[in-house]
């Protein structure tokens, strides 16, 4: 099992700098589009997938597999993926949902009748795995989504994890904008900031200080 990215756009040859650290390149800008999925070493793979039958007997003993959930899976299967900005990224709660998906749908796999099944992981962190520049964020309420959470460690030694999305309110599931996510870290800018002013004052903060 493993994830993977993918962006539109991918023709930016300038970035910027502010000092003389920065995180590892991101590649691409605009949207994107992220995948989960199960690559299977067995004659019937590279991918897991139901035929029609199988999967009426699936449906019939769990009738959830026909619930909406908000994460896009290919049909019969549990290979997901999401528009990244609109669903932000996939956490622990959407991976789990997914292998409970592929855990009701497997039993009835007929392929693997009497098999041993082993699963493989790799042990990064979901959405918060990534390293994320401010240049990835823009300013106001409503915008893309590079990550679902900032994690960074603050100046007692502890770590730190913000919601870069609204939890509650009127604005639930919406970005924060890096002006909102100024005011909550309490970074102070200018009077009127525009937007270069805010990624100029917030590359400073040490949540955007996620370099190696």
Same mark, same amino acid.
């Given at each position: 099992? #493993?994830?993977?990215?993918?962006?539109?756009?991918?023709?930016?040859? /300038?970035?910027?700098?502010?000092?003389?650290?920065?995180?590892?390149?991101?590649?691409?800008?605009?949207?994107?589009?992220?995948?989960?999925?199960?690559?299977?070493?067995?004659?019937?793979?590279?991918?897991?997938? =139901?035929?029609?039958?199988?999967?009426?007997?699936?449906?019939?003993?769990?009738?959830? =597999?026909?619930?909406?959930?908000?994460? #896009?899976?290919?049909?019969?299967?549990?290979?997901?993926?999401?528009?990244?900005?609109?669903?932000?990224?996939? #956490?622990?709660?959407?991976? =789990?949902?997914?292998?409970?998906?592929?855990?009701?749908?497997?039993?009835? +796999?007929?392929?693997?009748?009497?098999?041993?099944?082993?699963?493989?992981?790799?042990?990064?962190?979901?959405?918060?795995?990534?390293?994320?520049?401010?240049?990835?964020?823009? /300013?106001?309420?409503?915008?893309?989504?590079?990550?679902?959470?900032?994690?960074?460690?603050?100046?007692?030694?502890?770590?730190?994890?913000?919601?870069?999305?609204?939890? #509650?309110?009127?604005? /639930?599931?919406?970005? +924060?904008?890096?002006?909102?996510?100024?005011?909550?870290?309490?970074?102070?800018?200018?009077? +009127?900031? +525009? =937007?270069?002013?805010?990624?100029?004052?917030?590359?400073?903060?040490?949540?955007?200080?996620?370099?190696?």
């Amino acid at each position: 099992h #493993d994830e993977s990215t993918f962006r539109s756009g991918e023709v930016s040859n /300038k970035r910027w700098f502010f000092g003389e650290v920065a995180p590892f390149y991101s590649k691409g800008r605009g949207l994107s589009n992220m995948a989960s999925d199960f690559l299977v070493q067995h004659s019937s793979g590279p991918f897991f997938q =139901l035929n029609e039958k199988e999967y009426e007997k699936a449906v019939s003993k769990y009738p959830q =597999l026909k619930t909406s959930t908000g994460v #896009d899976y290919v049909e019969r299967s549990a290979t997901a993926s999401i528009n990244v900005g609109q669903n932000a990224y996939f #956490d622990n709660s959407t991976i =789990l949902e997914q292998f409970e998906r592929l855990f009701m749908l497997i039993e009835f +796999k007929e392929a693997y009748r009497n098999h041993t099944i082993e699963i493989v992981v790799d042990n990064a962190r979901t959405h918060t795995a990534k390293a994320y520049s401010v240049m990835d964020f823009a /300013k106001g309420i409503g915008t893309r989504v590079p990550v679902g959470q900032l994690e960074y460690i603050d100046a007692n030694g502890q770590q730190q994890i913000v919601e870069y999305c609204f939890q #509650d309110g009127p604005n /639930k599931g919406l970005a +924060k904008g890096l002006l909102e996510l100024s005011k909550e870290l309490k970074v102070i800018l200018p009077a +009127k900031p +525009k =937007l270069p002013d805010i990624r100029q004052a917030l590359a400073r903060h040490p949540v955007f200080q996620n370099v190696s």
